[in-house]
C-alpha cells in the first residue's frame, strides 16, 4: 500500500494531535519544579525528568493503535496476500507509522525539558530517545499481533489498559525490582545516564515479548513448537531482566561521573561540576578558612587535601572523613553552599545510631567556630518545628556559651564527650 494511502487511513496520524496535546499537558502540569535544574542544567536530567510520566501512556497508545490497524487490514483482506507478500512486509510500514507518530510528541516534549533548563541535546540524551524509541515499537509489534489474531474492538482498550497498567503499577509496589522493568523511564541525577545494565533492564522484558509475538503471528493455527518458543522467550527475558534487578534498590545504578568537572587550588583542592563552577574561588577560600578554624578547634585533625562536590563525586553521598571530603557545593553562590550544612556534614554521623538531640549541642558549637551559628538555628527551627522537639533554643545558646568559657583543652574534651555521649544514647 502507498505511503500516502496508509498515512489516510491509519489510525495513530489522526491521533497525533490529540496524544501531542495530552503529552504537553502532562508535561506542564508533572514537571513545574524544573525550574530546579536550571542553575545546574544536565540534559539527560531533564529530558528523564519530561518523560518519566508520558512515557507509559506512548507505550499504550502504541499497543491499542497498532492492534486497530491490524484489525483493519484484516478486514481488507490484506492478510490473503501473504502468499504474495511477505507477513513482515505486510506489518513493517504501520508499525513504523506508529512508532514515528508517538516518537514525535515524546522527542517534543524532551526538546521543551532542554529549553526550559538551558541544556543541549547530548549521546546521553539520544540514548534515552533511543530505549524510548525501541519500547514503542515492541509495544506496537506486540499491538499488531494481538489485533491480528482478536478484533480491536475488545482487544485494543484491553490492551491498552494492560500495558499502562503493566508499566506503572510495578512502580508503586516494594519489589524493586520490578521498578526497573517493565520499560518506564527512571529519573537520572545530575552527571548520571542510563547505564549498560539498566538499558538491558529495560528492553529485555518488553522486547522478548514482542519477539515472541512474532512467533506466534506466523502460522494461522497456533503450533505447539510456536507457542514453546514464545513461553521460552517471554519466560526468558524476564528471568534475564530479573537477575540484573535482583539486588537493586529504587534507584538504579546509573551510569555516573559524565559531567565535566573543575578543580582549582591545593590543600584543599576543590572540585565542582563545570556547570555550577562559577564560584568556585569563593567556595574555596571560605573552605580553607572553616577547615583552618576547625582544626584550631581540635574538631579536625587534620585538614581534607581534595573537597569534590557531590554531584559528581565517585560515590554520592555526604562524607567528611579522611583526606578527601565529599560536600553539597554546588549550584548556590558561595555564601548560601557555605552555611549550616558544613557543621551538620563535619559533625555527620558519628556512629550507626546516634541521639540525634544530643548532637545538636557539638553541631552548633561547630556552627559557631566556623561563623554560621544563626543560619544552623534557622535550620534547626525548621526540622523542630519551631524547637518544640528537643531543645530550647536557650538551652542550646546557654550551653555553647558556657563551653565558650572554658579553655581550649577542655572545650576539645567536652566535644569528644558529647559526640560519645550521642552514641551511647542513640543504643
Known amino acids: 500500500m502507498r505511503l500516502p494511502t496508509v498515512l489516510r487511513t491509519h489510525p495513530a496520524v489522526p491521533a497525533l494531535p490529540l496524544v501531542g496535546l495530552l503529552f504537553s499537558y502532562i508535561f506542564l502540569t508533572s514537571t513545574r519544579h524544573i525550574e530546579q535544574l536550571v542553575a545546574m542544567p544536565w540534559a539527560t536530567q531533564a529530558a528523564s525528568y519530561a518523560v518519566h510520566a508520558p512515557a507509559p501512556m506512548a507505550a499504550a497508545a502504541a499497543a491499542g493503535l497498532t492492534a486497530v490497524e491490524a484489525t483493519r487490514l484484516k478486514a481488507l483482506g490484506t492478510w490473503e496476500l501473504g502468499a504474495a507478500i511477505p507477513t513482515w512486509r505486510i506489518a513493517l510500514q504501520p508499525v513504523l507509522i506508529t512508532v514515528a507518530c508517538l516518537s514525535i510528541p515524546t522527542a517534543g516534549i524532551m526538546a521543551a525539558s532542554l529549553w526550559l533548563v538551558g541544556a543541549s541535546p547530548d549521546l546521553y540524551t539520544l540514548q534515552l530517545l533511543a530505549i524510548v524509541v525501541v519500547l514503542l515499537t515492541a509495544h506496537s509489534v506486540i499491538g499488531f499481533v494481538i489485533g491480528r489474531r482478536l478484533h480491536a474492538l475488545y482487544s485494543a482498550p484491553l490492551l491498552a489498559v494492560a500495558v499502562f497498567v503493566g508499566t506503572s503499577f510495578p512502580l508503586g509496589t516494594d519489589y524493586y525490582w520490578a521498578h526497573h522493568v517493565t ?245
Open 183 to 427: 520499560g518506564s523511564i527512571s529519573w537520572v541525577g545530575f552527571g548520571q545516564a542510563y547505564s549498560p545494565a539498566m538499558t538491558a533492564a529495560a528492553l529485555l522484558p518488553t522486547v522478548c515479548l514482542s519477539v515472541a509475538c512474532v512467533a506466534l503471528a506466523g502460522p494461522r493455527r497456533l503450533q505447539v513448537r510456536s507457542a514453546a518458543l514464545a513461553l521460552v522467550v517471554t519466560t526468558g527475558g524476564l528471568l534475564g531482566a530479573y537477575a540484573i534487578t535482583m539486588d537493586w534498590r529504587s534507584m538504579p545504578p546509573t551510569s555516573r561521573g559524565l559531567a565535566p568537572v573543575t578543580c582549582v587550588g591545593e590543600e584543599p583542592e576543590v572540585c565542582l561540576p563545570e556547570a555550577g563552577a562559577a564560584h568556585i574561588d569563593e567556595v574555596r577560600e571560605g573552605i580553607k578558612a572553616m577547615t583552618g578554624r576547625l582544626k584550631a578547634a581540635g574538631v579536625l585533625v587534620r585538614e581534607p587535601e581534595r573537597i569534590t562536590d557531590v554531584t559528581v563525586a565517585e560515590k554520592q553521598r555526604i562524607d567528611t572523613t579522611g583526606d578527601h571530603w565529599t560536600l553539597a557545593l554546588a549550584p548556590d553562590e558561595a555564601d548560601r553552599a557555605l552555611r549550616e550544612n558544613i557543621a551538620i556534614s563535619v559533625v555527620g554521623m558519628p556512629c550507626e545510631n546516634p541521639d540525634w538531640n544530643t548532637l545538636h549541642y557539638p553541631t552548633l558549637w561547630v556552627a559557631e567556630i566556623i561563623g554560621v551559628r544563626d543560619n544552623y538555628l534557622t535550620w534547626l527551627s525548621r526540622e523542630t518545628e519551631g524547637f518544640s522537639h528537643g531543645q530550647s533554643r536557650e538551652q542550646l545558646l546557654s550551653e555553647t556559651d558556657r563551653v565558650n568559657d572554658l579553655s581550649s583543652e577542655e572545650r576539645k574534651a567536652w566535644y569528644r564527650q558529647q559526640i560519645r555521649s550521642a552514641c551511647q544514647a542513640g543504643h
